[in-house]
């Protein structure tokens, strides 16, 4: 689905950014789904 590239492409990138918007929005989806464990606020 290239998810993270469109998020990017729409959103940008700053160069000093160590995560890209895309990245961010898969880990919030990924965590919204249950995938990940601990919750994202406790790490």
Do not use: C
């Not at 729409?10 to 919750?39: C, D, Q, Y």
């Amino acid at each position: 689905m290239e998810l993270v590239e469109e998020v990017n492409k729409i959103v940008g990138i700053k160069t000093k950014e160590t995560l890209t918007p895309g990245k961010v929005i898969k880990a919030m989806i990924l965590n919204g789904l249950r995938f990940l464990s601990p919750p994202l606020y406790l790490s």
